[in-house]
């Protein structure tokens, strides 16, 4: 099984320009997360999903906006990047379910908004 | 809302060492969970152990170990005898029962030293 995969591993924006980022599982997990990582600052929520079309925001929420159209897929958008987004934005999924009540992590993106 | 705390930003240690890596959570759930996460140099987040709040026993894992108090709301984790490989962020993270919301500490940096 792949786990969870994020796409793209790396990017380099430039202040202003819009992207996605994508998060996909293959373990049919309800919840689905986005975090960012700065140096620092451990992890923070900026947004989740408990289920397929639902999304809440989590701590930093503002300038991302997210999607769950699938159950097994979650985006993660900027609309207008700023410098203040270059960090590590990881992506989670969850399930629990059980013995199997856990968090499994994608790799990372490592953005860089110039 | 959960609050996590690891006092300790960065610890350095000579190999065969023996470390204790503190964490202080806060919730007012009497249902939840507690995780440590080991983060190395390669950036990928690594699950290392899951502790409800009805399990109070500690676990031992070769040479890790857990010590789980809730009358004083830590989850401390202990390296024995350190290794170089053992040299990672970690992090300790709390969900309450609704599990919508995976809160994480600042993390510890440790380094050890051959």
């Known amino acids: 099984n792949a786990g969870v995969t994020q796409t793209p591993k790396f990017r380099v924006l430039k202040t202003g320009q819009s992207m996605t980022l994508l998060c996909a599982q293959d373990m049919n997990h309800e919840y689905m997360y986005w975090y960012r990582q700065d140096p620092g600052m451990g992890l923070r929520l900026i947004h989740y999903?408990?289920?397929?079309?639902?999304?809440a925001k989590g701590e930093v929420p503002d300038g991302y906006n997210v999607s769950r159209l699938k159950k097994q897929n979650f985006l993660l958008g900027l609309e207008s990047a700023a410098p203040s987004q270059t960090s590590v934005y990881f992506c989670?999924?969850?399930?629990?379910?059980?013995?199997?009540?856990?968090?499994?992590f994608g790799s990372g993106t490592r953005l860089t908004v110039v | 809302a959960q609050k996590v705390t690891q006092a300790q930003t960065e610890i350095s240690v000579v190999e065969k060492e023996d470390v204790t890596l503190d964490c202080v959570y806060e919730t007012r759930d009497t249902t939840y969970y507690l995780f440590w996460y080991k983060q190395p140099p390669s950036g990928e987040l690594v699950f290392l152990i899951r502790?409800?709040?009805?399990?109070?026993q500690n676990e031992i894992s070769g040479r890790y170990s857990w010590n789980f108090q809730k009358s004083t709301s830590s989850f401390n984790f202990t390296i024995t005898a350190s290794q170089v490989v053992d040299s990672a962020v970690y992090f300790c993270?709390?969900?309450?029962?609704?599990?919508?919301?995976?809160?994480f500490g600042g993390g510890t940096r440790l380094m050890v030293k051959p």
């Open positions: 993270a709390s969900v309450n029962g609704a599990g919508n919301m995976l809160t």
């Open positions: 989670a999924s969850g399930t629990h379910r059980g013995r199997d009540y856990g968090y499994t």
């Open positions: 502790r409800n709040s009805f399990d109070e």
């Open positions: 999903s408990v289920g397929e079309g639902t999304t």
